[in-house]
């Protein structure tokens, strides 16, 4: 089974950074995509970002590319987000999530949406203040 454990989150002034980490467990890790995905009061989850651990290969929303990087430590089994030039339309709770890229003997590079992951921890929230 899988399991993601989020730490990281806290309040932050804008302009500020925080790095956000994701421990996987359960899992062989470079058969997994992890991403994060956030979602602010009343809105929609959105998909922030992914990194296949096969590969290195990193999805970004276009949005949020130069102000966010996603990366990996395989040996430690663990995803990194570090957030640079917060702002407070970046308020939300912070969900690290995974899912498989091995399909048959194919990979599969999925979309950053929510419904192509199927793992998901618990969230972090993140608080940016003016």
């Known amino acids: 089974e899988v399991q993601l454990v989020e730490s990281g989150g806290g309040l932050v002034q804008a302009g500020g950074s925080l790095r956000l980490s994701c421990a996987a467990s359960?899992?062989?890790?470079?058969?997994?995509?992890i991403g994060w995905f956030r979602q602010a009061p009343g809105k929609e989850r959105e998909g922030v970002s992914y990194?296949?651990?096969?590969?290195?290969?990193?999805v970004y929303a276009d949005s949020l590319k130069g102000r966010f990087t996603i990366s990996s430590d395989n040996a430690k089994n663990t995803v990194y987000l570090q957030m640079s030039t917060l702002e407070p339309e970046d308020t939300a709770v912070y969900y690290c999530?995974?899912?498989?890229?091995?399909?048959?003997?194919?990979?599969?590079?999925?979309?950053?949406?929510?419904?192509?992951?199927?793992?998901w921890g618990q969230g972090t929230l993140v608080t940016v203040s003016s």
């Open positions: 359960g899992v062989r890790f470079d058969d997994y995509a």
């Open positions: 990194i296949d651990n096969h590969d290195g290969r990193t």
């Open positions: 999530a995974a899912t498989s890229i091995r399909v048959g003997g194919a990979i599969y590079e999925p979309l950053l949406k929510y419904y192509e992951f199927d793992a």
